[in-house]
Each structure stands twice: as structure tokens, then as C-alpha cells.
């Protein structure tokens, strides 16, 4: 069963500075892996697609995936205020079911 | 406008009585989906809805059933529910592996 593990759980960076995200996989076959946005007690929204190795841009927001690592993760370029939420990393499975990590919850201090 | 919507928004229930969480999308979307959200557990699948009247069991079906009887309506029903079933509930639709679309959740307090 895919497992989906985020890491920090927490992250606090000042308005400009890049924030790194991570999150690892335990099944390498998938090939479906999105970052979603969740601000407060509200619904998801989703951020980056990636299906294949490498890198996806989508505005400030960029992918890096890593099957052979087990490994995704998401770089916020520019991060402002208003992007302090929760990021959830999301697997599909070959069953096409959705696996979502536990999140980060970022902070960005203007 | 594409969207999923969620009634209610908040739900306040005792221990025992039964709650019905609803959810409509409007893009004819075939696969929709119950989630709940805890701290330090994040999205955990209840259940999936292939279509109408094509219900799967996620990865947490204990407590709760569902009923698909029209394509843009699927509902969540908890008989009896229990105080562990205090949670944000999300539901979700999506159409072959596109991705999903989220309603914004329904907070139940159940006391």
C-alpha cells in the first residue's frame, strides 16, 4: 500500500526567501504526484502536476520528482503572506486511488 | 462554474444521532469521494463512488455508509454517530485521472 510522508511538518520562512518542501513515497510505480494548497479550514487547490522525472513549473511553484529516490518535492520562489498554508503532496496509485501525505504547514513572515 | 459544493457547512450532533453530509458537483464528473481530515493523519479515504450506485470501501469505511443515486449527488451518512467521527469532512470529484475538485468541507463536532 502507498505510504506518503512530508517532511517538515512545519516550515517558517521570511517573505522572498525560497521555501523547499519534501515529500517520499514508498511505491515508485506511480506516476501521478500533485501538490495541493489548503488554506485555512477551507478546501484544496491544486498547485503542480507532475507525471514524469524531472522538474514542472506553474508560476512561483515548482516540482522536482525523483521516482528512482522516492522522492517529490515543491519550491515556492518569491513565497508571500499569503501563501502560508497547508501543503498536502498527493500520490495516485495504480488503482487509481489518491494517497495524500500528512502536509506542511508553512508560514511566511512579511 | 465548476465546482464541488458541501451543505452544511458545520454540524453540531450528540453522540447516538445520525448525520447526513451532503455533496453536489455539476461537471458530471463519474468518480466522487468521501475524505476525512484529522491533525497529524491528513486525508483519509472513506469512500469512493464510480458512479451511481458503484460504491468501494477507502481505507476507512467503519462507522460510516454512503448512497449515489443521482451522478452530481453523493452523501455520507454516519448512523449513530460516535465522538471519534469529530473530524472535517472533504468531498472530492474527479473524471478519469484529471484532477480533483475539492468542496470546502463540513466541520462536524460530534459531542
Known amino acids: 500500500q502507498q505510504k506518503v510522508q512530508q517532511s517538515p511538518e512545519s516550515l517558517t520562512v521570511s517573505e522572498g526567501a525560497m521555501a523547499s518542501l519534501n515529500c517520499t513515497f514508498s511505491d515508485g510505480t506511480s506516476n501521478n504526484f500533485r501538490w495541493y494548497r489548503q488554506h485555512s479550514a477551507k478546501g484544496l487547490e491544486v498547485l503542480v502536476s507532475?507525471?514524469?522525472?524531472g522538474e514542472k513549473e506553474e508560476g512561483r511553484f515548482t516540482a522536482h520528482l525523483n521516482r528512482a529516490n522516492l522522492h517529490v518535492s515543491l519550491h515556492i520562489r518569491e513565497p508571500q503572506p499569503s501563501d502560508s498554508a497547508v501543503y498536502l503532496c498527493a500520490v495516485r496509485t495504480n488503482t487509481n486511488k489518491v494517497v495524500f501525505g500528512t502536509g506542511t504547514r508553512l508560514q511566511v513572515l512579511p | 462554474d465548476m465546482k464541488v459544493t458541501q451543505m452544511p457547512r458545520y454540524l453540531i450532533k450528540r453522540m447516538g444521532e445520525n448525520v447526513l453530509l451532503e455533496c453536489g458537483q455539476d461537471?458530471?464528473?463519474?468518480?466522487m469521494y468521501w475524505y476525512r481530515q484529522d491533525p497529524g493523519l491528513g486525508l483519509q479515504l472513506i469512500y469512493i463512488s464510480y458512479d451511481v450506485d458503484s460504491n468501494s470501501e477507502g481505507d476507512i469505511p467503519k462507522g460510516y455508509r454512503v448512497s449515489r443515486k443521482k451522478r452530481e449527488h453523493f452523501s455520507l451518512i454516519l448512523d449513530s454517530a460516535k465522538t471519534n467521527q469529530t473530524s472535517v469532512y472533504f468531498c472530492?470529484?474527479?473524471?478519469?485521472?484529471?484532477?480533483?475538485?475539492f468542496g470546502s468541507g463540513t466541520r462536524l463536532l460530534v459531542i
Open positions: 507532475i507525471f514524469s522525472d
Open positions: 472530492a470529484s474527479s473524471q478519469g485521472y484529471s484532477d480533483y475538485t
Open positions: 461537471m458530471s464528473h463519474e468518480t
